[in-house]
């Protein structure tokens, strides 16, 4: 029921909002004045720091006097500097309240013989004086009733228990520049008005939290503390990723005694999209948790050692030569390297590594084997049966430094060691005769005789020509992994055997080519590195992370079994989160995940709770009809009723007529308001040639992997990188059957069209591909083609 603004309700509610403003300002003043004072402080408690210590060292109780001296001073500095950020992080919140206090509110009564309570809610708390809050936290238990509830009975779970009660109003506001502009009263969770307004805006560079719209389903996945893992499969649109990063500040709030942000990690599509919801957690008063893409880790661990593929890489080879025998061959290879069958695989060959088949690298010093693999493997396998694989490597490693040690004894009074004495400069002595003093090999001012003075240099030439065979040894790269890793594809019988009985793909002996080519080249795959991993893992120990609480995995669509269950294995002690849509995965080993219970599988049914988001709130009402036909099981998508233009479908005959309609479509695009518009294409090679063909008569940018944010205006960008971004204005370059016409490039082509928020023009060199015909006959006349 909206509310005019004439009426006395109306002014009510104003005057509130004004004595909210005045106190809120109050308050900024107060925290100025105040942070400026403890600035002040700070920097010259630094400067002064030494003048406020007592220094001596003379004795041991001087040394005790300067050490208490020493920890009192800091404890003062620290508690001022830790003062000084309180201080400021509740003048950033009040700086962001005062311009919109709050955006709901609900009266609320626990026993049905008192007046209601009437709690306002908005992106943080406010108390008066006398700590009556006058503002709640969004994030408060009580203010799941706004999300939740509606007017009559209504119950909020608070860490005490269940409190129940009756609600007897629930109030939306919309508030800018401390005026009411609009307020209604709803008795439905959040009113379709408030979406309406906030859903017709411009799309921006930056994903925008808005906590006044959380529906009724998402609040479920923000406050869900329960589940070990947490899947949450949503339609295109439906507020997944938002839903997710409300849910981290939700979870930083209620657990900030014992959670901190950097105990949380994000795992992103692409570089892109961190930028893009890099301000989200910032505009509800939280620090950015810790973000980073799987490629990312990967390369961290694998690029010293390969020229690591990326997934775009790996994208951009079978979306450019689909029906190639290459490309054929390749996708097979990925569908069984990612999946559950090679998982287990890799597990029964660690074990079998436990008896025979570890492979080493040998010692090698100036061409000459230091110990070789054959010494390696019979030291390796004289240890005891029952040890496990990581405390044997531990234990060669300390019986190859031994060897090391041993070695470098011998080599002292070798030639070469005597030629590089030769060589050595002022400098050079210096330094030999500082690291031997410091290991306590000499104890003179100086080399006063001549044999102490060669074998001490001795020992510093063949201890530093040693020194990165040492690191070498440390970093247990005398296992031969990638040798262990080949085998599996050497080795039809052996592979066989630890498959059980399964059956391997009948392109094997391709599949083993493939992937052997590129490893004696130095390359690594993008669909070999977690199982590689994984191996190296199994055999050496796992690096696991243990101070990641919280993991969230956005597009986990994209990720294969073999890759979830590594992530689980590194962050042992966190629950986990992961968002999806299992009808966008664009990439070949998100193929293998499948259905639901890929993912319900890595913790088990009992530990894991799926909660699936079926309303699309991105996209009007026409474009969500429009695409929902192009998929199977689309019906189950229910569009918000947000009207708009309905999608066009242009067929053009050559190539330049088509280059022709999208610039006058760009400009007239940009005529009518709209500030992002993206121009998608299939590829990023077919992205670069289209960028080439408009950069001269239009203003665009293009996007590739590199791209580090996006930016207002028309962007060039395949498909694949306008994953989990949104756009005022879609524009396909080509839609035809020749572009899409293979059953596999049906969710790429999805998931593009799904990126526009107000219009979505698609273009056609000659005949528009089946899916699109799929949802024009679905649809009827709600498209138009020209």
């Not at 936290?137 to 509830?149: C, E, F, K, T």
């Not at 893409?293 to 790996?314: A, I, K």
């Not at 074990?351 to 690298?361: A, Q, V, W, Y």
């Not at 994953?723 to 596999?744: L, M, N, T």
């Amino acid at each position: 029921m909206a509310v005019e603004k004439q009426d006395n309700l109306w002014q009510a509610e104003q005057n509130r909002v004004n004595g909210i403003t005045k106190l809120l300002a109050a308050h900024i003043r107060r925290l100025s004045e105040e942070l400026g004072m403890h600035r002040t402080d700070v920097v010259d408690m630094r400067k002064d720091f030494w003048d406020e210590v007592t220094v001596n060292f003379s004795s041991p109780d001087d040394l005790g006097e300067t050490s208490t001296s020493l920890r009192q001073q800091s404890q003062i500095l620290n508690e001022r500097e830790r003062h000084h950020l309180q201080s400021s992080k509740a003048l950033k919140k009040y700086r962001k309240l005062i311009d919109s206090p709050y955006f709901g509110r609900i009266d609320f009564a626990e026993d049905p013989n008192t007046a209601a309570e009437q709690i306002y809610l908005g992106i943080g708390s406010l108390m008066d004086d006398d700590g009556t809050f006058l503002i709640y936290d969004w994030r408060a238990p009580i203010s799941s009733l706004y999300y939740d509830g509606a007017p009559g009975p209504a119950a909020y779970e608070t860490p005490g228990g269940t409190v129940s009660g009756r609600m007897e109003l629930k109030r939306q506001f919309v508030i800018e520049d401390g005026q009411i502009e609009v307020m209604f009263d709803t008795g439905m969770t959040i009113g379709d008005e408030l979406l309406q307004q906030v859903l017709s805006h411009s799309a921006d560079d930056k994903m925008k939290s808005i906590v006044a719209t959380i529906q009724k389903e998402q609040n479920a996945v923000i406050r869900n503390d329960r589940s070990r893992m947490l899947v949450v499969q949503g339609a295109a649109g439906s507020g997944k990723t938002s839903a997710a990063l409300q849910r981290v500040a939700y979870l930083l709030y209620k657990y900030r005694s014992v959670l901190e942000a950097d105990q949380m990690l994000l795992f992103s599509p692409n570089p892109l999209f961190n930028s893009y919801v890099s301000t989200v957690l910032p505009e509800l008063g939280e620090d950015n948790m810790q973000q980073t893409t799987f490629q990312m880790y990967l390369e961290h661990r694998l690029s010293q050692e390969f020229q690591l593929e990326d997934v775009f890489s790996q994208a951009e080879m079978l979306l450019n030569t689909p029906d190639s025998p290459e490309a054929t061959l390749r996708r097979e290879g990925i569908s069984y390297k990612s999946s559950v069958q090679f998982l287990n695989c890799i597990r029964r060959y660690a074990s079998l590594l436990e008896h025979e088949g570890m492979r080493f690298k040998p010692l090698m010093f100036q061409g000459r084997a230091i110990v070789s693999r054959d010494e390696m493997e019979r030291q390796f396998y004289g240890y005891d049966a029952n040890i496990k694989l990581a405390n044997r490597i531990e234990l060669m490693t300390g019986w190859l430094l031994k060897r090391i040690a041993a070695f470098a004894a011998e080599e002292r009074d070798s030639a070469w060691v005597e030629e590089q004495i030769e060589l050595l400069d002022t400098s050079d002595y210096q330094r030999a005769y500082q690291a031997v003093r410091r290991k306590g090999g000499a104890h003179d001012d100086s080399f006063d005789d001549f044999e102490a003075e060669k074998s001490m240099l001795a020992r510093y030439v063949v201890s530093q020509r040693l020194k990165p065979l040492r690191s070498w040894i440390k970093r247990g790269r005398f296992v031969d992994v990638p040798g262990m890793y080949c085998r599996l594809f050497q080795d039809r019988e052996l592979l066989e055997r630890l498959n059980e009985g399964a059956k391997l793909p009948e392109a094997w002996a391709g599949i083993c080519r493939q992937t052997l080519e590129t490893l004696s080249e130095g390359g690594m795959s993008y669909e070999d590195a977690t199982p590689f991993l994984y191996l190296k893992e199994l055999s050496q120990g796992f690096r696991t992370n243990t101070r990641i609480r919280h993991v969230i995995i956005d597009e986990v669509q994209d990720y294969s079994p073999f890759q979830l269950e590594f992530i689980r294995r590194l962050f042992p002690r966190a629950k986990i989160t992961v968002l999806g849509d299992l009808n966008q995965a664009i990439f070949a080993q998100g193929e293998v995940l499948g259905e639901l219970s890929g993912l319900v599988s890595i913790y088990g049914e009992e530990n894991t709770e799926v909660i699936s988001l079926t309303r699309s709130y991105r996209s009007t009402y026409e474009i969500v009809e429009y695409t929902k036909a192009m998929i199977p099981g689309g019906e189950h998508i229910v569009p918000f009723n947000r009207r708009g233009e309905a999608p066009s479908l242009t067929v053009v005959n050559c190539e330049t007529d088509l280059l022709e309609a999208v610039k006058q479509d760009v400009r007239d695009i940009h005529a009518a308001g709209y500030n992002y518009v993206a121009v998608i294409c299939k590829t990023a090679e077919e992205s670069a040639a289209v960028y080439g063909k408009l950069k001269d008569s239009l203003p665009v940018r293009l996007v590739t992997k590199e791209t580090p944010n996006f930016q207002k205006g028309t962007l060039v960008l395949p498909a694949y990188l306008a994953k989990g971004v949104e756009f005022d204005a879609v524009i396909i370059y080509d839609g035809s059957a020749e572009r899409y016409g293979r059953e596999h490039e049906r969710k790429l082509f999805y998931t593009a069209c799904t990126r526009a928020m107000h219009l979505l023009h698609i273009y056609s060199l000659g005949q528009p591909n089946a899916f699109l015909q799929d949802a024009r006959q679905t649809v009827g006349a709600g498209a138009r083609a020209e």
